[in-house]
């Protein structure tokens, strides 16, 4: 999901968010592998501002 919006002195502003899965990338080792202490699903939210020049 995702949105654009301009706000003033701005060209833009980008906003979204998506779902990273761990087991996707080998993200963690060891115990950290286990889904039970982090989940397999991390939510990753970003916001991104083009400034005016």
Known sequence: MSSCSKPQHSIGV???EFILKRADFSIGEGE???FGIISNDIRI???VVAPAQ
């Open 14 to 16: 980008f906003s979204g």
């Open 32 to 34: 950290w592998a286990d």
């Open 45 to 47: 939210r970003f916001r």
